[in-house]
């Protein structure tokens, strides 16, 4: 039996608003609907992960989901809450965008799998012949400015000024629903909270055009609520910036390390939203976190099946392997483990030395690579270097240095080619060039 979809959204705290007669719609028969997104840039965020996560439902409970990428919108920005207009992008730049956006998304919704599957639509197909006279005739004619501006989004920015382009954007969007209501029997449009005001102004002009003489709406709208952490900061954000979907934007240890690092607090209401764990096993997770919360079940639950869903099985091995080495309790035997594929992977934002094979084989003892060979990049002297040793504060490929004029050869090279000195806690990979 397949689920409820607003009741699985209930349970799961993902619903915020929806019009009136939404459910029964839903319940009523197979329903299409339909989320926007800004090709800004080739890869989705994590910001954007809980209004991928509605369709990934609502295809669930049997309904076809289609994501709209906005390759005309995304020409001009959505002003909604944003302090500033947006710099254009060129038309190149968004079919790259889009291309990128497109790939992720298959990694969540299923396009091939009969009635439901999931469909993508580029608003850019039906905006790129309409001429502004047309457009103003087709859309701009069914909305008053004062309805326009009495929406939130638009009032907070006439504080600081919003140019006519801007003020147009919940007209092109409220357009597109008219589009794919007309076009793909689209009924509901869904999207973050702060798009509601953008996602009704779809249904009037729906309203306006199409008439309502059956006594109620045809088309209809649901948000989601934008994710906060309990302190109240924005959600999907590290020191680095967004938290990526692409693994040559964010890698996969560290987009696994960003979910580990999620607070006790935070968890419960995050495995809700992101993960496809039943209520009875996210509950489960819960009470054994409870009993144990130093072994972070939670944590490492949604770290896990989020790494797997977006990166690959293999990819999170590789991530479990790495998090052993530079924070576990790896031992030289683990790292003798490590196949030459692996060590950029692993060692990726480690510090890093590259020496020449004449410079390896001229090393005398520990001492000459961690400080003069590596040319200070370790210890910054002889005298430093050996102190460190001396208080039992080296390692070698994780097994501690006796002495500083403890002898290396080639028997001591992970793969031929890598050393790994710790310092401490901290790590450093020599390389032999």
Not at 200 to 211: A, D, V
Request: proline share 2%.
């Amino acid at each position: 039996m397949k689920p409820n979809f607003i009741e699985e959204l209930r349970w799961r705290g993902m619903l915020h608003d929806m019009m009136p007669g939404t459910d029964e719609q839903l319940q009523k028969e197979m329903t299409t609907g339909y989320i926007g997104f800004d090709p800004t840039a080739d890869s989705l965020h994590i910001g954007n992960l809980a209004t991928v996560m509605l369709l990934v439902h609502l295809q669930r409970a049997g309904h076809k989901p289609v994501a709209l990428v906005g390759g005309a919108t995304g020409m001009i920005g959505d002003p909604s809450f944003k302090a500033s207009e947006r710099s254009f992008l060129d038309e190149d730049t968004l079919r790259l965008n889009q291309a990128g956006i497109k790939k992720q998304l298959e990694q969540f919704l299923d396009f091939d799998c009969g009635a439901n599957s999931a469909q993508m639509v580029n608003n850019y197909d039906w905006f790129k012949e309409m001429g502004f006279l047309q457009f103003l005739r087709e859309a701009g004619k069914y909305l008053s400015v004062n309805y326009m501006m009495s929406k939130d989004s638009v009032k907070k920015r006439l504080e600081t000024g919003i140019s006519f382009t801007e003020f147009s954007y919940q007209l092109l969007q409220g357009y597109d629903f008219y589009h794919l209501y007309k076009h793909h029997n689209v009924r509901l449009q869904m999207g973050g909270s702060d798009q509601w005001g953008n996602i009704t102004t779809g249904t009037e002009i729906i309203r306006r055009k199409e008439g309502d003489e059956e006594g109620y709406f045809k088309a209809y709208a649901l948000t989601t609520p934008l994710i906060t952490k309990s302190d109240g900061s924005k959600f999907g954000k590290s020191e680095g910036g967004n938290i990526w979907l692409d693994a040559s934007r964010t890698t996969p240890y560290e987009f696994y390390q960003f979910w580990i690092g999620q607070s006790d607090t935070d968890c419960p209401r995050l495995l809700r939203v992101f993960s496809l764990k039943s209520k009875e096993e996210i509950e489960a997770l819960e009470a054994e976190h409870a009993e144990a919360p130093h072994l972070r079940a939670m944590q490492k639950a949604l770290a896990e099946e989020l790494t797997i869903r977006i990166h690959s099985e293999k990819a999170y091995q590789l991530v479990i392997k790495a998090s052993e080495v530079l924070f576990g309790k790896a031992t030289l035997a683990t790292l003798q483990r490590i196949e030459l594929d692996e060590f950029d992977t692993i060692f990726d934002g480690v510090p890093q030395s590259t020496i020449s094979r004449a410079d390896w084989e001229a090393c005398a003892s520990v001492l000459d690579l961690v400080s003069t060979v590596t040319a200070g990049e370790i210890y910054s002297s002889k005298g430093e270097a050996r102190r460190a040793i001396q208080q039992n504060a080296v390692s070698v490929n994780k097994e501690k240095v006796q002495q500083a004029d403890q002898a290396l050869s080639d028997e001591s090279l992970l793969q031929g080619r890598f050393i790994l000195i710790s310092k401490g806690k901290k790590n450093h990979l020599i390389r032999i060039a």
